[in-house]
């Protein structure tokens, strides 16, 4: 609490000092609320600003511009763009660091991913679209490829990542798990028909998803002795984890630079931290049993 009619440190009677904090929390309402650094450091949006969390030191949770020390560069979002949406709810880079997803909030949850290194790029998702614009510099024009649609009646598009080999996996409502090359479907995967996904994140050469049940997919790229036998699958599904808590939906997730660990952010506001050795175990476990201790975490319902 601080008030700007009082100067920033205030001393007591007692002689006791008080300086003004401000307290930041975080949401489960986005679903790219979060995402790893080098260290294990985790970051994640407050607001227009960026929060550094370590959950090796046990730091406090510190606000930064991660290029200066300083306030963050405004993105150059022109008028119109953002449906009406007032702030940023998070930012997450693509696999490669060549892209940077935007999600913007109340109203539209407009969903932007800018090209860092190629400013002429931008790829928009929306429930019932997902489309790739490229800009003419010499003309000014713009050329749309629509990447997927609704026409196959699997349900509007949730959750958006990319992967290595220049692919895109798309979460559906519906519960699959599509996977794009441009506008070319690689795969269409069903990890649960009476799921639905609400994000994803890649790991490696392959990817973890969430849903709304609370359940986390991890699939991986098919060995060689798959590929050599003719098999067409993408992607397979070798592991899949319930945390058996009712009411927890997984809103975001975020794999460590080392990716030995995995950030979990629920519905409810609770971030948990996975240790990936755990998972990787030949015997199956819930997730509730090798989830460590987060921060800011709320009483089991």
């Known amino acids: 609490m601080a ?3 009082v100067s920033d440190t205030a001393e007591l009677q007692d002689g006791a000092l008080i300086n003004p904090r401000f307290a930041f929390g975080m949401t489960g309402q986005g679903q790219y609320a ?3 650094l080098d260290g294990g450091k985790l970051v994640y949006p407050v607001g227009v600003h960026l929060a550094l969390y ?3 030191q046990e730091e406090d949770v510190s606000v930064y511009s991660l290029a200066t020390s300083k306030r963050v560069k405004a993105l150059p979002i022109e008028p119109g763009m953002t449906g009406g949406c007032t702030a940023i709810q998070s930012l997450n880079f693509s696999e490669n660091s060549k892209l ?7 109203p539209s949850y407009i969903l932007h991913i800018w090209s860092p290194v190629d400013d002429t790029l931008l790829v928009t998702l929306g429930p019932s679209l997902v489309s790739l614009y490229k800009l003419d510099g010499e003309t000014g024009g713009c050329r749309t490829m629509v990447v997927a649609t609704l026409d196959d009646g699997l349900g ?3 959750c958006v990542a ?3 080999g220049n692919l895109l996996a798309l979460g559906r409502e519906s519960g699959h798990l599509q996977v794009n090359q441009d506008a070319e479907v690689k795969g269409l995967l069903l990890p ?3 799921d639905s996904l609400t994000t994803l994140v890649a790991r490696g050469r392959g990817l973890v998803a969430g849903g709304r049940k609370g359940r986390l997919y991890f699939y991986d790229p098919p060995d060689a002795s798959l590929r050599k036998s003719g098999s067409k699958e993408v992607f397979l599904l070798t592991r899949t984890l319930d945390a058996h808590i009712p009411g927890r939906a997984i809103s975001a997730l975020a794999v460590s630079s080392g990716e030995d660990g ?6 409810n506001n609770e971030l948990l931290l996975l240790s990936l050795s755990s998972v990787l175990e030949r015997e199956e476990k819930q997730l509730d049993t090798v989830l460590g201790k987060g921060f800011g975490l709320l009483d089991d319902q």
Do not use: K, R
């Not at 940077?100 to 109340?106: F, N, P």
């Not at 995995?262 to 519905?267: E, G, V």
């Open 262 to 267: 995995l950030a979990l952010c629920t519905s």
């Open 162 to 164: 990319w992967l290595m």
């Open 54 to 56: 370590s959950s090796h």
């Open 34 to 36: 979060m995402t790893y």
């Open 156 to 158: 509007a598009f949730s």
């Open 100 to 106: 940077l997803i935007t999600q913007w909030g109340d």
């Open 192 to 194: 649960d028909p009476e």
């Open 3 to 5: 008030s700007s009619e």
